[in-house]
């Protein structure tokens, strides 16, 4: 699977929008682009996949760049309960590879 | 909305000693995982099944760890003789179709070996 770079933390404003950068440069074509997130101890969360074009579903957004080199994760209205560990991982396999992710703190 | 359940919630065991991680995976999912995280690092994969056998394995998983599907809704992951590095949290994966398909995540076993 093609290795994944992100911002080690971020924070965000509750209610504001909350994007979250992903680079992928290696990624290959049948390689999909997967976003789960960690909230503390609790087992990783599916949010949203996409492999060429933009996403949307009830938890967020996914703009995948045209060239499939970068991609960003868009939390639409951040909340306090979205304080996690957000992981893009490049998948088309059997297993996910996690890295270290991006920490998101949402501040009120 | 249908849920991937593991029990126990905490388990504590001796050195040497055998322990059953159980996972209940979705009613209608075909493919299971384990995979891993010791406290403080990252997720890592374990095993994948697929109609009743191991379909792929990491090196983690030597020969101290198996996977069994003893009924049509259990998924249970032994360690036949703990050691200390054991100690992690085990989390448990479902998925209806093998690829680029979501796997569902269970809430995990923290394993604490003494």
């Known amino acids: 699977d093609a290795k994944t770079t992100q911002p080690t933390s971020m924070d965000c404003a509750e209610g504001r929008a909350a994007n979250l950068p992903c680079n992928h440069s290696?990624?290959?074509?049948?390689?999909?682009v997967y976003w789960y997130r960690q909230i503390h101890s609790q087992g990783p969360q599916y949010i949203i996949h996409g492999l060429k074009n933009n996403e949307t579903n009830e938890m967020a957004s996914l703009i995948i760049t045209e060239d499939r080199k970068s991609s960003t994760l868009i939390l639409p209205h951040a909340t306090l309960r979205d304080t996690a560990v957000y992981y893009c991982i490049a998948f088309n396999d059997y297993k996910l590879s996690f890295g270290a992710g991006t920490t998101v703190t949402v501040r009120a | 909305e249908p849920e991937v359940t593991q029990t126990p919630s905490h388990q504590v065991t001796q050195m040497g000693q055998e322990v059953i991680l159980r996972c209940v995976p979705i009613s209608n999912h075909l493919y299971f995982y384990w995979y891993r995280q010791i406290l403080g690092q990252k997720v890592e994969f374990l095993v994948s099944f697929y109609n009743n056998e191991i379909s792929e394995k990491s090196e983690i998983f030597d020969d101290q760890f198996s996977v069994e599907r003893p009924d049509g809704s259990n998924f249970t992951l032994k360690i036949r003789s703990t050691k200390l590095e054991d100690s992690a949290m085990y989390f448990c994966?479902?998925?209806?179709?093998?690829?680029?398909?979501?796997?569902?995540f269970g809430p995990g076993t923290r394993l604490t070996v003494t």
């Open positions: 290696t990624i290959s074509g049948n390689e999909y």
């Open positions: 994966a479902s998925a209806r179709e093998q690829g680029t398909y979501e796997q569902y």
